[in-house]
Each structure stands twice: as C-alpha cells, then as structure tokens.
C-alpha cells in the first residue's frame, strides 16, 4: 500500500456549506469541464429495483460473455520522496482540503501520492483508495463503455441515436440529419445543455427524457455534426441509449464491460461502491457530501438516467489511471484484453476540432502541456472538485489528479485547472 508522505497538511480554514447549488454554463468559453449541476440535495430518483430484469433475448443473444471480473496482480505503486514534497507544496498552495495523484509510466501505474483529509470533520485522511467523484473525468469512461457495446454488435457509432432509444430524435432546425453516437462523444450533435435539461433535476421534475429531446432549446442551431460546443446532456443522451438497448442501467453496464473486468471498485454512484467508507467528502462552493453522494440513484426505467454520465463516476485517481492505462496498452491490462485495438484507436482519433485542440470520444488532443508534444487530456469540476488527466500514448505515460476544496483557477494555454495542471508537470516533467 502505499504511505501518505503528506503529513504537514493543514486542513482549510472554515467547511463551506455542502447544500450550495452551482450554476454552470456547460462548455461556453471555458475548457475547464464543469459537469451537470444537478442539486445533491433535491431527492434521488427512483430507486434501482433490487428484483431481477426479465431476459432481453434479443439484444443478449448478441452480446458477448462479460469478462471475468476477478482482480488483476500488477506491481505495488510507490513514491518518489522529493516529488512528495513537491506535491505537497503545490496542494498547500492552491488550498486543497484533499488530493490524490496517480502516475503512469511504461503503461502502468507507478506512483501514487496523497495528500489531505478525505474528511475533515472526522479526521480521515486521503488514502491511495480514497473514492472521489471525478466530475466530467466521467465521460472518457462512458465512451469506454459504449465503444464496448460496438464490439458486441449491437451498437454503431454513426447509427441513428434515435433507433437505439425508440423515438425519433432530431434538431428542429436540421430535421433530415440523424444524430448520431460518434456527434454525442465528439460534442458535435447540436444537442446543448439547456437550462431545460440543467433544471430538470432542480426542480425535481424527473422530466422523461423523450420531452427534454422534444424541446427547440436542447438544441444549437448549427447542423449536426459540423461544429463543436461541449455538451454534458450529449454524453447523458449516449448513456441512456446503451440503457435502452442492453435493458440495463448505465451503472451495471459500466461494471460489466470495464470496472468489473480491471477488477476495481468504482461506480456511477456512490452507494454502488464495494467500500463505500472510502468515499470522499467533496469542498468548496457547492460542496458535497458523503451522504449526499449515498443517497443518489440511477433511475429504475432503462433509457431514463439522464444525470449520472457525464459527471458522476466515483473512483480513486489510482483506479482512474488504470483506466487511462488500458488506452495504453492495446485495450488490455496485463494479458487480458478489455477493450479492442479497433475501439481504442477510435477513441483516440483526432475526430474533430475546437480552437487549438483536437476532439476525440472522451478526449482532447493538446500540444501546450509539454512543448511540441501532443497530449491527451481533459479536465472535470463541480461541487467543489478540479480535477484532470493527461496522458502520451507515444511515451506510455501519463498522470491522474483529483482534488478536492482547492483553488480553481486555470491556465490560459493548456485550459487546465493551476492545481492539476502544476501536479501533473511535478511528476511528468523532465
């Protein structure tokens, strides 16, 4: 296991009020990826039934056997010493209340660092299996998933998106062009995150997500599939799709076909969590709680969880970089194969564009990180967490930074947020 070097941290003076709720503006003009500002306070949605589904034979006869979910053996993470302090330095600086870093080198993960309480009130200091919500980190994730569900045939990425959730779906400005899954991870599809969709679940209306579509402000003007503009109700649309074609939540989805087979514990929702104990408190304006975080819920109909997606994967930086780690190494970790090469090379392709960066699914392809090198990275906010990933698929390297109560300015050239961006050059940097 690995030892927390950070014994000199000093908690934040005052715990800011957990209930605030957080306004966002989706994409706009910021990088920095603030995810859906769904309320913690307003009441879960239904409860996922605890009785068995009956059996999709149609879609199941075509899906494959899921994998063995038994964990991996890999090596033990370690830490250099002087990047500890360095790391400590920087998390002081910036005001984090708690903090994880995971390192990648040679396809692997190598490092893991932590720093600060998990909660403060109750004295528990961040560990390396500390589960944090990772905000719009969640989207690479989804897109994992879904790039899964090609494999078995029973999804595409340039199918009708409509098709997949049993309605017709369409821009009321382009009403001829189909909108299509490759659009919703690209950010391309015109559809937007509305004041309609950020509101559905403020006010707790639960709006089915067939009459979100049906509204002319879920959608941008432009033609779908031909410009960029960063949306997290796309994403939640994508997942609701797979939903409706497995007959399953996203949740269960995810464990199938990725969490279960990397052998990690981390989940759409925290009351999903194996050790839920590990669970982090999330500071800062809009904090979150850990009963909060509990007492969310998929919805229990398929095709109807439109809020969780985009933003809601709990996991610790070290399980996240295991993650990162499979995109390294041919969709596989160790010998075993997780994804496909073909799936892999799909998420990575430099698919679109916005201002200085490429757009893949889940991904943005930058050259500000490090000079002259590409980079993939993104970054996640909201209810009180900056975090961000980057990663080199040349170089087989990579770091993962979750925080939680820190300072969430952010870097003019790279779009990401001063505490990640200063973590990730300390362990990465020559």
């Known amino acids: 296991m690995c ?13 800011l009020c957990a209930a605030m709720l957080i306004c966002i503006t989706g994409c706009g003009g910021t990088r920095n990826h603030t995810d859906d500002r769904s309320d ?27 994998q063995s979910t038994e964990a ?25 209340v708690g903090a994880q870093v995971a390192v990648i080198r040679d396809g692997r993960v190598s490092e893991v660092y932590s720093y600060g309480y998990a909660n403060r009130n109750e004295g528990m200091r961040v560990t390396e299996d500390t589960k944090y919500r990772c905000a719009s980190l969640s989207k690479l994730v989804a897109d994992m998933v879904f790039m899964r569900l090609t494999e078995t045939g029973v999804m595409e990425e340039t199918g ?24 919703l991870m690209t950010h391309t599809s015109s559809v937007i995150d509305s004041e309609t969709f950020l509101d559905s679940r403020l006010n707790g209306s639960y709006k089915p997500l067939k009459t ?21 109700f796309g994403v939640a649309v994508l997942a609701a799709a797979c939903e409706k074609v497995m007959n399953a939540d996203f ?45 969310l819920s998929f919805c229990d109909e398929p095709g109807q969880t439109h809020h969780l997606a985009q933003g809601n994967f709990t996991v610790s930086a070290k399980d996240y970089a295991k993650i990162i780690c499979v995109l390294l190494c041919g969709g596989k970790s160790g ?4 994804i496909s090469q073909k799936s892999v090379d799909a998420i990575l392709e430099n698919r ?48 993962v930074v979750l925080t939680s109560g820190a300072d969430g300015s952010s870097d003019y050239k790279t779009e990401i947020y001063n505490v990640c961006l200063d973590a990730i050059r300390a362990v990465l940097g020559e």
């Open 3 to 15: 030892i927390n070097l950070f014994k000199r941290a000093r908690p934040a003076a005052a715990i």
């Open 40 to 66: 913690p306070a307003a009441p879960a949605a239904t409860a996922r039934s605890e009785a068995p589904r009956e059996t999709q034979s149609a879609v199941e006869s075509q899906t494959a056997e899921p």
């Open 72 to 96: 991996l053996t890999e090596p033990t993470p370690t830490q250099d010493p002087a990047a500890a302090v360095t790391l400590d330095g920087i998390f002081k600086r910036y005001g984090a």
């Open 160 to 183: 009708d998106i409509g098709d997949y959730l049993g309605y017709r779906v369409r821009s009321p400005y382009h009403p001829d062009t189909p909108i299509t899954p490759r659009m």
């Open 212 to 232: 979100l579509l049906s509204y002319e402000s879920s959608y941008a003007h432009a033609t779908p599939g031909s410009s960029y503009r960063y949306s997290n």
């Open 251 to 295: 949740g269960t989805l995810t464990k199938q076909y990725l969490t279960g087979p990397l052998g990690i514990d981390a989940a759409y929702t925290a009351s999903a969590l194996e050790d839920s104990s590990l669970l982090g408190t999330l500071y800062g304006s809009g904090g979150y709680s850990v009963s909060q975080q509990m007492a």
């Open 335 to 338: 010998e075993k194969q997780i």
């Open 352 to 399: 679109a564009r916005d201002r200085d960066r490429g757009i893949g699914y889940g991904v943005e392809i930058i050259d500000t990180l490090f000079a002259g090198e590409n980079w993939y990275v993104h970054t996640g906010s909201n209810f009180g967490m900056y975090s961000a990933y980057a990663f080199s698929p040349e170089k087989r390297c990579g770091a």
